[in-house]
């Protein structure tokens, strides 16, 4: 009887230790295609066709519980001293929570709507492409949502810009996010 009230206890506190105190679970999002947190050269300044890039790689694990849609923005602020002008090199939304990744170049793939590219003349993801020498610093943030954004369209769409995205993510509940900084350093 000892032996199984050990048992017990052990897989309760297995099971506890995978949850923060708030109850969450650790919401995590990885690239293959960051290396120790700079992009790698393979992903800068995709070639390209019909205006559309091939998206970086993206996977994740312990989406939250009581989340039903999922929605991930990808950008950088040109201005470092300026937070709220961003370039947004990829926006998606209305993700399947059972969904885990998105394989390289699969950002328009699935069954989820995209965003305008960082130029607003493609639905498209942009790869980072520094025109000047220096470090660039980008962030890919995944969002665990309790709704899709009733205001956002569902289709995939131009007119949904970081603003657009963000504004939207906003009006609804945030059950958990986490984020990806990573460096495009230019030589």
Same mark, same amino acid.
């Given at each position: 009887?000892?032996?199984?009230?050990?048992?017990?206890?052990?897989?309760?506190?297995?099971?506890?230790?995978?949850?923060?105190?708030?109850?969450?679970?650790?919401?995590?999002?990885?690239?293959?295609?960051?290396?120790?947190?700079?992009?790698?050269?393979?992903?800068?300044?995709?070639?390209?066709?019909?205006?559309?890039?091939?998206?970086?790689?993206?996977?994740?694990?312990?989406?939250?519980?009581?989340?039903?849609?999922?929605?991930?923005?990808?950008?950088?602020?040109?201005?470092?001293?300026?937070?709220?002008?961003?370039?947004?090199?990829?926006?998606?939304?209305?993700?399947?929570?059972?969904?885990?990744?998105?394989?390289?170049?699969?950002?328009?793939?699935?069954?989820?709507?995209?965003?305008?590219?960082?130029?607003?003349?493609?639905?498209?993801?942009?790869?980072?492409?520094?025109? /000047?020498?220096?470090?660039? #610093? $980008? =962030?890919?943030?995944?969002? @665990?949502?309790?709704?899709?954004?009733?205001?956002?369209? +569902? *289709? /995939?769409?131009?007119?949904? #810009? $970081? =603003?657009?995205?963000?504004? @939207?993510?906003?009006?609804?509940?945030?059950?958990?996010? +986490? *984020?990806?900084?990573?460096?495009?350093?230019?030589?």
């Amino acid at each position: 009887m000892k032996q199984l009230f050990l048992l017990i206890l052990l897989g309760t506190l297995l099971a506890l230790s995978s949850c923060k105190k708030d109850g969450s679970t650790d919401f995590a999002l990885t690239s293959a295609a960051v290396e120790n947190g700079e992009l790698s050269d393979s992903y800068k300044c995709e070639q390209k066709v019909n205006d559309i890039e091939s998206s970086i790689p993206l996977a994740w694990t312990n989406v939250p519980e009581g989340t039903t849609s999922l929605a991930i923005m990808m950008y950088h602020f040109p201005n470092a001293n300026d937070q709220t002008n961003a370039n947004s090199y990829l926006l998606l939304w209305g993700i399947d929570p059972t969904v885990s990744e998105i394989a390289y170049g699969g950002a328009d793939d699935g069954d989820w709507y995209m965003g305008g590219n960082k130029d607003g003349t493609a639905i498209s993801y942009t790869s980072p492409c520094s025109p /000047s020498a220096g470090t660039h #610093d $980008y =962030t890919i943030t995944i969002y @665990a949502l309790s709704e899709t954004p009733s205001s956002l369209p +569902t *289709s /995939s769409s131009l007119s949904v #810009d $970081y =603003t657009t995205l963000k504004d @939207a993510i906003n009006a609804v509940t945030i059950v958990g996010q +986490t *984020s990806l900084d990573f460096q495009d350093i230019t030589q």
